[in-house]
């Protein structure tokens, strides 16, 4: 839809400290010029010439900078992280459940300076009601192991449908490993509408999976902007806007997009929590983001919370912070 420039995506501040999110993906593309100042590293697990880096590299831009790159709506995250690349996905192929297990355990282990890793995918189909994946159990051992945190999108379908959505039981649940009980699932609600849209503006998204995960675990925990559609699955004005292959400025939608938006918050909220009296933990930093979602959410119901979780969360004060004359207590114990 145009071009991106450096008034849609400056370069870091250079006396600001950003945090830094993993981002495993199909690879950033190298001539989005405008992201290599967010970038701190590389590691391919794809030859560089079998990949398609469309998907990546706007899953990036939302990270580095997605309130400018989106008209500078207030509506969306302040936060602002630095990117490390891990391209896992093969143009035209599919990444088999066994390569992308072995890839994280190789990868996760390097970086222990990076706290969050978006995983801005899903396998095909739904969540069984009472057994949790393969996938979300070994992200589980490795959020143990490393004290990282990841965040999911809880995965797209094909069924759409006006909101409320009447689509049977089982067809729309959330995607492995977006059941991971440790991680923070993001499904996706509408930015913007038109009159053919299938969902009003903070609806739920027509694509957007949803709840609950087994064993009727809350999933997603929290929702943020993934772009809206019409029956025929046109976006066009309401979708989300990022930077793409050689700077071109993209609109798409998917719970791909509104994982990266709750990917920043998290990072930027673990930095400024983390010092060395008090380490933070991904725990924390999950339960103040859900903490956050309800501070900005109408009351949750049984009817919404399968759709919205527990609602949008704001930036990294919001979750800090509550109303002058509440309190807000926090305990953090093993079970």
């Not at 997603?220 to 976006?235: D, R, S």
């Amino acid at each position: 839809v145009g071009t991106v420039n450096e008034s849609l995506l400056a370069p870091p501040e250079p006396d600001v400290e950003y945090p830094t999110v993993g981002v495993v993906d199909s690879g950033i593309c190298r001539e989005a010029t405008h992201l290599d100042p967010w970038l701190v590293g590389r590691e391919e697990y794809v030859p560089h010439k079998l990949q398609d880096n469309s998907h990546g590299t706007m899953v990036a831009g939302l990270i580095a900078g997605a309130r400018a790159l989106n008209h500078g709506d207030t509506r969306f995250p302040e936060a602002q992280a630095k990117i490390l690349d891990v391209a896992v996905f093969e143009r035209d192929a599919i990444l088999s459940e066994d390569s992308l297990v072995a890839i994280l355990s190789d990868v996760i282990p390097k970086y222990p300076e990076v706290h969050v890793w978006n995983l801005s995918l899903a396998l095909s189909g739904a969540t069984s009601p009472s057994e949790f994946s393969d996938l979300s159990c070994f992200l589980d051992v490795l959020h143990d192991r490393y004290g990282c945190l990841f965040v999911i999108s809880s995965g797209n379908h094909q069924l759409l449908q006006a909101w409320p959505q009447s689509i049977a039981y089982e067809a729309d649940r959330v995607a492995s490993p977006g059941d991971s009980i440790r991680a923070l699932t993001v499904g996706a609600i509408a930015n913007a509408h038109k009159d053919n849209s299938l969902s009003r503006t903070e609806e739920p998204s027509p694509f957007s999976r949803c709840g609950p995960g087994p064993c009727f675990v809350p999933k997603p925990e929290v929702a943020h902007y993934g772009g809206n559609c019409t029956a025929e699955g046109n976006y066009a004005q309401t979708g989300i806007l990022s930077i793409g292959p050689k700077n071109s400025l993209c609109e798409s939608l998917g719970t791909s997009f509104s994982a990266p938006l709750v990917s920043a918050q998290a990072a930027a909220l673990w930095q400024a929590l983390d010092n060395q009296a008090s380490a933070c933990t991904p725990e924390r930093i999950k339960a103040l983001l859900i903490h956050s979602a309800l501070l900005h959410s109408d009351e949750v119901s049984t009817s919404t919370v399968n759709h919205y979780g527990f609602g949008r969360p704001g930036d990294v004060i919001d979750a800090l912070y509550c109303d002058p004359n509440a309190l807000t207590l926090m305990f953090e114990t093993d079970l």
